[in-house]
């Protein structure tokens, strides 16, 4: 096969369309870590975002919205749970590095409110979808058969369920508060068979976080 031929069909691969969004969001994410500047954080989400709608079309999952509005109800008890226990999980022994958090402000000390906007659309809209694509649909699956696709949700067990709360722990400071949020999402997940309920958990949990940073201005949990 040409080699032309070969990436064409990686880059259009189901795994690729789900790895490449979130593998993107990490890079920036690093990259900000030494470039501290605010701007950054919203081109990062607008290059994401783009990724995600080139991508849309392969992501098959995504078609159909769940029709049972219990599996609704439990996105937005089990999204604002989760909230709650991101905001109380914050002991030093259970977060690793001190990041002072994207902080919009103006040079008055007054909040940006565009800048937080922006922030916040991205935080809510467009974090939740690429990282449920991610872990959600391809990790979590992919850990019991690499054909993902035909892999049903309720079937996934214990060990994927546990590594992949793991990774996504890893991925955030808050480790215990991202293992338990991890745990909830892949639960909605595996129980609705159907990713737009974990992506609505998630959508709730930071639309209410962002909120709460903006009110009380504590940065270090954004």
Known sequence: MPMAVQVIVIASSPAFARCVPFGLFIALLALSSIVVQPWLVIVRNLLVASVLLFYWKYYVELRVLPARR??????????????????LLDHDWIVTGGAPGFRPLLPTGEVDWLMAALRLVGFALVVPVMEELFWRSFLLRWLEQ?????????????????????????????????????????????????????????????????????????????
């Open 70 to 87: 219990s599996d609704w109800f439990l996105a937005l008890t089990s999204g604002v749970a989760v909230f709650v226990a991101w905001t």
């Open 146 to 222: 690499h054909e993902f696709l035909s892999f049903p949700p309720s079937r996934v067990g214990l060990r994927a369920l546990v590594i992949t709360a793991a990774l996504f722990a890893l991925e955030h400071n808050q480790w215990v508060a991202g293992a338990v949020a991890s745990i909830v999402y892949s639960a909605l997940y595996m129980r609705s068979g159907n990713l737009w309920v974990p992506i609505a958990a998630h959508t709730v949990t930071n639309l209410a976080l962002g909120t709460w940073v903006i009110w009380t201005r504590n940065w270090q949990f954004w």
